[in-house]
T-cell receptor, first 115, second 115 residues
């Protein structure tokens, strides 16, 4: 069964607008972490934001925020005031804290920001 | 520069050949992870090492092997290469085991093309 689901293969947004990238996850582990990474066309994987399953508040990092809805098992990434440089592939990932600490990734969402 | 160094950046080889990909983790990080990114499979976890010992194994083929040396650098060996092994291979590292995010920092990747 897929542990991380990103249902949007591609998203378009205009510069300066906000955009939400969807991510749902599946785990029975009560302790887990959720991550978002950005992969620009140059190929590197850049860490954006982290949310722990016991965190009471939604994580924020600058223009990035994570809309964490635990009961719905969703961890959507919100990018405010999109910039042209935000055009990239975005991956949601999860680490279950029982067992080893590796990350399981979703298939990604390609975001294109237009002027 | 993420602090995780991967060499070579690009590699072109023929079917049946063997290659070695090298990774130096960030200073202070003890864990090294190898991931394979291909168009059809997405980001697949291959293997993890922690302070020289294998910690977890993912979808790593028997033709592939890895190790982490005392100086903590790691090598991924790919043998009897097939066309389908063409992919971007990422190394990532993370700090010593601790609670919290334990973020994986990725290298720039090694792009392998098998002809």
């Amino acid at each position: 069964a897929q542990k991380i689901t990103q249902t949007q293969p591609g998203m378009f947004v205009q510069e300066k607008e906000a955009v939400t990238l969807d991510c749902t996850y599946d785990t029975s582990d009560p302790s887990y972490g959720l991550f978002w990474y950005k992969q620009p066309s140059s190929g590197e994987m850049i860490f954006l934001i982290y949310q722990g399953s016991y965190d009471q508040q939604n994580a924020t990092e600058g223009r990035y925020s994570l809309n964490f809805q635990k009961a719905r098992k969703s961890a959507n990434l919100v990018i405010s005031a999109s910039q042209l440089g935000d055009s990239a592939m975005y991956f949601c990932a999860m680490r279950e804290n029982s067992g080893y600490s590796t990350l399981t990734f979703g298939k990604g969402t390609m975001l294109l920001v237009s002027p | 520069d993420s602090g995780v160094t991967q060499t070579p950046k690009h590699l072109i080889t023929a079917t049946g050949q063997r290659v070695t990909l090298r990774c130096s983790p960030r200073s202070g990080d003890l864990s090294v992870y190898w991931y394979q990114q291909s168009l059809d499979q997405g980001l697949q976890f291959l293997i993890q090492y922690y302070n020289g010992e294998e910690r977890a194994k993912g979808n790593i083929l028997e033709r592939f092997s890895a190790q982490q040396f005392p100086d903590l650098h790691s090598e991924l060996n790919l043998s009897s290469l097939e066309l389908g092994d063409s992919a971007l291979y990422f190394c990532a590292s993370s700090p010593p085991m601790s609670s919290g995010a334990n973020v994986l920092t990725f290298g720039a990747g090694s792009r392998l093309t098998v002809l």
